[in-house]
């Protein structure tokens, strides 16, 4: 399979799985639709954040099909290409493991209270930002890291202020939203 070949695979596919998405799992598994109206109140729905991302998805895949489309040459994934993959797999899921485990650790260790654990202090303050400012700056700062073949420490600002104004655009505007993963704890 050509390079040419294979972008234009990567890109379908990518597209393919965000339209599924957004026609099969966004409808079935969210509680309620992009925006709700409730007691004449505009409301963020359960499947806004979703929504957005899968647009974005949408978008890459058809940016690499294009892209592919418009270049020639003919390689197959050289082992530079899969260490790379590696290190994206990696660090995606360091993010994860780092964005799910670091408030129930810290509220574990911190041992506010009999009976009280994360679950109960998800959405409040510093708990709810823990994992997401964890999880997020590492991801951050590791994509800058990967892509500059070093480590600095301003990597890791960027990583933070990234998350910081995320946090900004998508907790403070809105009393229900819970940052990831508070939702699923």
């Given at each position: 399979m050509?390079?040419?070949q294979a972008n234009i695979v990567f890109g379908g596919l990518a597209l393919l799985a965000a339209i599924l998405a957004l026609l099969l799992w966004l409808p079935n598994d969210t509680?309620?639709?992009?925006?709700?109206?409730?007691?004449?109140r505009v409301k963020i729905g359960d499947a806004l954040a979703p929504a957005v991302a899968l647009a974005i998805l949408v978008a890459a895949?058809?940016?690499i099909?294009?892209?592919?489309?418009?270049?020639g040459g003919s390689a197959?994934?050289?082992?530079?290409?899969?260490r790379f993959c590696a290190v994206l797999f990696l660090l995606f899921s360091g993010a994860i493991v780092l964005m799910r485990w670091t408030g129930?650790?810290?509220v574990w260790l911190a041992g506010p209270g009999e009976g009280i654990g994360y679950r109960e202090l998800r959405d409040s303050v510093p708990w709810k930002y823990l994992g997401f400012m964890t999880g997020g700056t590492f991801l951050v700062a590791?994509?800058?890291s990967l892509a500059e073949w070093r480590i600095t420490w301003k990597a890791v600002m960027i990583g933070l202020a990234a998350t910081i104004l995320l946090i900004l655009l998508y907790d403070?505007?809105?009393?229900?939203?819970?940052?990831?993963p508070n939702g699923d704890v």
């Amino acid at each position: 399979m050509s390079l040419k070949q294979a972008n234009i695979v990567f890109g379908g596919l990518a597209l393919l799985a965000a339209i599924l998405a957004l026609l099969l799992w966004l409808p079935n598994d969210t509680g309620s639709a992009m925006i709700v109206h409730v007691r004449g109140r505009v409301k963020i729905g359960d499947a806004l954040a979703p929504a957005v991302a899968l647009a974005i998805l949408v978008a890459a895949g058809l940016l690499i099909m294009v892209e592919a489309l418009k270049q020639g040459g003919s390689a197959l994934p050289s082992g530079d290409n899969i260490r790379f993959c590696a290190v994206l797999f990696l660090l995606f899921s360091g993010a994860i493991v780092l964005m799910r485990w670091t408030g129930p650790l810290a509220v574990w260790l911190a041992g506010p209270g009999e009976g009280i654990g994360y679950r109960e202090l998800r959405d409040s303050v510093p708990w709810k930002y823990l994992g997401f400012m964890t999880g997020g700056t590492f991801l951050v700062a590791g994509l800058i890291s990967l892509a500059e073949w070093r480590i600095t420490w301003k990597a890791v600002m960027i990583g933070l202020a990234a998350t910081i104004l995320l946090i900004l655009l998508y907790d403070l505007p809105f009393d229900d939203l819970l940052l990831p993963p508070n939702g699923d704890v």
